[in-house]
């Protein structure tokens, strides 16, 4: 009977709902051109029932135009304990708009959303898809979700990629009369348009015939121009809690609330604790101490249940069982610290892609992490409370310069994470190398990394093997053919910790030899080989981090040759980057000083030119050969 109902629903799904042409000569030249995917329709209707009530109906046709397209063509969907999700329904079409077959029940995919460092998740997902593959083709589904609460409400994104083309969209949210929905549009042109019929009030923003967007190197986030609507609740009903987000200091009391009485720390621990700090007085040598026996008696497993996806296990629960996940472990490194009388905050955040973080003009839960801060002294230490090997005081790329909410006694606070300056990611480089007659090269490389440019070094330490790191080294060095004989880490934790590579290298056939003359390339390991193509620029250019390259190469070149052609030295300053290199032959030696330190910055697109100037002198530079001549007269 309920297959029945269900082949009923389909067939009635494609005969009303869809009835639409979708034949793929009706698409716009405009829309096709550079697109690799075109959303033909989608309406999203939100209706806000109630503060623990949410129905989200959605409906879109997506017409792929090619292979690059075919991952938009997968329908996935999440829900859990607190989001429900049902009628899920769809076909497949051909070009010409014919239905090619319907979503099969048993096709529909349910799986865990598992990440492999979770010990109990009640988040789900369900997958479908047609693996589809005579282009183009179109894709058209429909679901529905039911909220238990209105903490998290979906926000219209219309444009998905990049070569993603909309002809038509529209996001509709009904609320009940008297309800304050709170929005935000951001780079929508057009004009929502709100309508009051008895006690519903619709809010409906619409996107028609949007081109795609193509790609530029260094182009800053989509977030920065594609249009968006964020929508949330001044006050709302989550897992048995309710609370208010008018203001980032009102969510910050509903985080307070979930925490509250949860900092208990069993006796033992307490006097473990005080006993490792008897006798240091210093504050920040307390804080690390109290870090490092976190990172040693514990361990990230994710356990996110219901409203557990937001509220910690309590400390005796971490103390006891020596795991918990991002809030647990953050939680109990805050109790641990008020053992030993310093003040810490238990601080949410959005971690990964910098570009998606905080927006403090709209209050709204943007985080996925948490982690912890401790102020001393016009300063703070942060410590990132998963990690068992991360430096005391460091948060680096996954949760560094971007803002965050603190929550204090009296509600949230934003906060921003500590910025890396150049004079912090540093990557200076020592080479030692002596080349033969035959072009063949031995180096030994030293290599101090500091700050964002250690992370990849530190990668290679703890996460790695030794079979792997030796795989990864011999496979991401710039040399033509080279074997790595020998590494080494030499690693110094710290607020901004450092890592001391050393490498020995054998390469051959590294320099040519003609005849009498052997071709060198003293530039051994940082070249720039970023190309800015010779196009007009649409978006600014951005440098999300600052760094500095140091790098001195001495290489030994054979008795008897002499220097015939030195590449010339090169000094470029810009407002962006600075850049130099200079070359010489000294005592048999040949010697390259290079230096690079560019500047966290965004430039306006009516300066492409001077930063592709920039790129491409650099990139000549950095590839600048020597000629070495033997000299008969010298080689007896």
Request: glycine share 6%.
């Amino acid at each position: 009977m309920k297959k029945i109902v269900f082949l009923l629903y389909s067939s009635f799904l494609s005969a009303c709902l869809f009835g639409q042409d979708y034949n793929v000569s009706l698409i716009p030249d405009s829309l096709k051109l550079n697109a690799d995917v075109v959303k033909r329709d989608e309406e999203i209707h939100v209706s806000i029932k109630s503060m623990d009530k949410v129905i989200i109906k959605r409906k879109y046709a997506l017409t792929i135009l090619n292979s690059n397209g075919d991952a938009h063509a997968r329908y996935y969907n999440y829900y859990s304990s607190l989001e429900g999700l049902s009628d899920i329904s769809g076909i497949l079409l051909d070009a010409s708009g014919k239905k090619i077959r319907s979503v099969r029940r048993n096709d529909i995919v349910d799986m865990s959303v598992a990440d492999g460092m979770s010990l109990m998740l009640d988040d789900r997902i369900k997958v479908h898809n047609f693996h589809h593959k005579q282009y183009p083709y179109t894709v058209v589904y429909e679901d529905e979700q039911q909220l238990k609460g209105s903490y998290f409400l979906p926000q219209w994104s219309p444009v998905r990629d990049i070569r993603y083309a909309v002809e038509s969209s529209k996001f509709i949210v009904e609320t009940p009369k008297g309800y304050t929905l709170r929005h935000k549009e951001s780079n929508y042109l057009g004009k929502m348009n709100r309508v009051e019929n008895g006690e519903v009030v619709s809010y409906q923003w619409e996107l028609k015939n949007l081109k795609p967007v193509i790609s530029e190197i260094f182009q800053p986030s989509f977030n920065h121009f594609l249009p968006q609507v964020t929508i949330g609740p001044k006050e709302f009903y989550f897992g048995g809690y309710y609370g208010n987000m008018s203001t980032w200091l009102e969510l910050g009391k509903f985080q307070l609330a979930l925490n509250q009485g949860r900092d208990e720390v069993p006796d033992e621990v307490k006097i473990e604790i005080l006993s490792l700090v008897e006798g240091i007085h210093s504050p920040e040598e307390k804080v690390k101490k109290v870090y490092e026996y976190l990172q040693r008696n514990t361990r990230y497993i994710g356990i996110q249940l219901g409203i557990g996806g937001w509220q910690p296990f309590n400390a005796r629960y971490v103390a006891t069982n020596k795991f918990g996940d991002c809030k647990a472990l953050s939680n109990y490194m805050v109790s641990l610290l008020k053992v030993v009388g310093i003040k810490a905050y238990y601080v949410l955040i959005k971690s990964g892609d910098i570009d998606f973080g905080l927006d403090e003009s709209f209050p709204s839960p943007y985080f996925n992490h948490v982690v912890v801060c401790v102020p001393i002294k016009n300063d703070s230490i942060w410590l990132e409370c998963t990690s068992k090997t991360a430096s005391a005081g460091y948060m680096g790329t996954f949760t560094g310069d971007r803002k965050a909410l603190l929550i204090n006694n009296d509600g949230g606070h934003v906060v921003r994470t500590p910025v890396y300056t150049s004079n912090d990611n540093l990557q200076i480089r020592n080479v030692k190398g002596v080349v033969d007659e035959e072009g063949n090269l031995q180096i030994n490389a030293t290599t101090f990394f500091s700050g964002i440019q250690q992370e990849l070094a530190h990668d290679l330490i703890h996460h790695v093997t030794a079979e792997q790191r030796e795989n990864y080294l011999n496979s991401n060095i710039s040399l033509p053919s080279f074997k790595v004989n020998k590494c080494e880490y030499i690693e110094r934790k710290d607020r901004i910790p450092a890592i001391q590579e050393n490498l020995s290298i054998t390469a051959t056939n590294y320099a040519s030899v003609t005849g009498k003359r052997l071709f060198v390339r003293p530039n051994l390991f940082n070249k720039m080989v970023t190309n800015f193509p010779n196009a007009e620029r649409k978006y600014p250019i951005e440098f999300k981090t600052s760094y500095t390259y140091i790098d001195t190469v001495v290489i030994a070149i054979p008795e008897g040759y002499i220097p015939e052609t030195l590449p010339k030295d090169v000094s470029i300053k810009t407002t962006f980057s600075d850049y130099s290199i200079a070359f010489s032959v000294k005592k048999n030696e040949i010697i390259m000083i290079r230096k690079h330190i560019r500047q966290k910055t965004v430039i306006p697109n009516n300066e492409y030119a001077i930063v592709k100037d920039f790129f491409d002198k650099v990139i000549k530079a950095d590839n600048s050969r020597i000629i070495l001549l033997k000299n008969d007269s010298t080689a007896h």
